[in-house]
Every structure is written in C-alpha cells, then in structure tokens.
C-alpha cells in the first residue's frame, strides 16, 4: 500500500498528523537552506522508528536545533551535544546527534562552493537513487539508502512522494520547477 493510499484511508483522528503532512509538506521542493537542514535531521532521525513519532516531536526538534539554523548548530559545542542528549523531547541517539551538528558544519561548506545547500541538490540533479546515495554517504553523516531516498522523496528530488491519482500529486508537481520535473 502507498503512503498517499495509507493517508486516504486512514480514517484514525490520532493519525491526522500524517494527512498534514501528507497534503502540505510531502514532496513539495524546499527552498531555504535552513529547512532543507531542518528536515534531513528528521529524516536521519526517523531511522529505526516511525515517521509518526519524528513528526509529533517535529516542534521539539526545532527548538532544540535553534531552528534548525545551520550556522548556530555548526557551532554546537560538547555542552550543546550533552544537552541534545538529555532533551526527552527529541531522539537522544549521540550518533544521530554528531550527525546533525557535522552535517551543519558541511553544509556551510557546500554553501561557500555551491551558494547554497539547494544549489548544490540542483548541480547534482538529476541522479539515480543510487547515485544520490553515493553522493550522500561521501559527503554527510548517517546517510544510507533510506534516509536519503526519503529525504529526496520528501523535497521533491525523487519521484515516488506522491502516486499519480492522489489529489497532492498535481500540487506538488506545480510547485515543482521545471527542471525537476525530470
């Protein structure tokens, strides 16, 4: 069953936060850098777990990343990583957390070559999942097949977010510059 399939008929008020998921943010392209940080954190998070616990502490993680400002977590200290790691609000995984301060610390880096995180997605587009995968491993933390495929999926790199009848799939696709469309 596809994910838009799980979506529709779900019919579970505790699982709403899906369908807003789904409708609003699922495959629709990302443009701020800050954001697109913001969610390959959660993508990297949700390894192990289900997509619906990284989404009800999504807030949580927001404020426990200042935001997900690349810049103030590439600065983040021993202090901060201890502090992330007794933040209940969030996944207290030391590796998933060295990730997220390391892949901060890289994306400033691909900022200063490329101008932007973005910038650099789109330089590298288009690939095969498995080429992205490879990229990914080579340049950031904690990046397998999954989380990558998920990530791409969710920004609108890889194709699959949304199945053709699904009422999201022309919206996304709009939204969608036309190079992407590929």
């Known amino acids: 069953m596809s994910y838009c399939h799980f979506v529709k008929n ?13 409708d609003k ?9 800050n954001e697109l940080f913001g969610r390959l954190i959660l993508e990297i998070n949700q390894a192990g777990l289900s997509w619906e616990t990284i989404l009800k502490k999504e807030e949580e993680f927001r404020k ?9 977590v590439a600065k983040y200290m021993d202090k901060d990583r201890e502090r992330l790691m007794g933040d209940a609000g969030i996944i207290r995984n030391r590796l998933k957390i060295n990730a997220a301060i390391e892949n901060a610390k890289t994306i400033i880096q691909i900022q200063k070559e490329f101008g932007s995180f973005e910038k650099w997605l789109e330089n590298n587009h288009p690939k095969t999942k498995e080429e992205w ?6 340049t950031f933390k904690f990046t397998g097949g999954e989380i990558v495929n998920e ?9 699959g977010a949304h199945i053709k009848d699904c009422p ?7 939204k969608k510059p036309m190079w992407r469309k590929i």
């Not at 426990?64 to 103030?72: D, G, L, T």
């Not at 999201?168 to 709009?174: P, S």
Request: cysteine-free; glycine content about 4%.
């Open 10 to 22: 779900n019919k579970d008020p505790k699982k709403d936060i899906h369908k807003k998921y789904h």
């Open 25 to 33: 943010h699922y495959g629709f392209p990302i443009h701020d850098d």
């Open 64 to 72: 426990s990343y200042s935001n997900f400002e690349i810049k103030k």
């Open 133 to 138: 995968v490879k990229i990914f491993k080579k």
């Open 151 to 159: 990530f791409l999926m969710s920004i609108g790199y890889l194709d």
């Open 168 to 174: 999201v799939y022309d919206v996304v696709l709009k």
